[in-house]
């Protein structure tokens, strides 16, 4: 995907962080499927099985969200696209902005829940 030339650097960035992600994901579950399999008791005190139930259900909410990452890099690339197709290396700047409003709320979900900050019932 890094090497295509069709799509822009950013975009096929975005594909690759999003790739990464979901390979981090498929780690977490197989960890929460070694849990269940041997019976280890579902502890609150144990910090590992905390990190994986929150970054899987971070990168739930990055899918989720995903959609209006794109669209927002889309409209930045629409209607500023003299700057953005250049390829500057200025132009990272969009595809940090996206990752971060995509992946930041996500993660205070998932730390909120998790915390019981916020309780769903």
Excluded at 31 to 49: A, F, H, S, V
Excluded at 50 to 74: H, K, L, M, Q, W
Aim: proline share 2%.
């Amino acid at each position: 995907v890094i090497k295509l030339d069709v799509l822009h650097r950013n975009f096929r960035w975005q594909l690759c962080i999003a790739s990464s992600y979901y390979a981090i994901q498929i780690y977490c579950r197989f960890i929460l499927l070694y849990y269940e399999l041997n019976d280890i008791p579902n502890n609150k005190r144990d910090i590992l099985l905390f990190y994986v139930e929150t970054i899987r259900d971070t990168i739930i909410g990055y899918f989720c969200a995903i959609p209006g990452s794109f669209a927002i890099e889309r409209y930045v690339a629409t209607h500023y696209w003299m700057w953005y197709e250049q390829g500057s290396l200025s132009t990272i700047s969009v595809l940090l902005f996206v990752e971060a409003e995509n992946i930041i709320p996500a993660f205070v979900n998932s730390y909120m829940l998790y915390t019981g900050i916020c309780y769903f019932a």
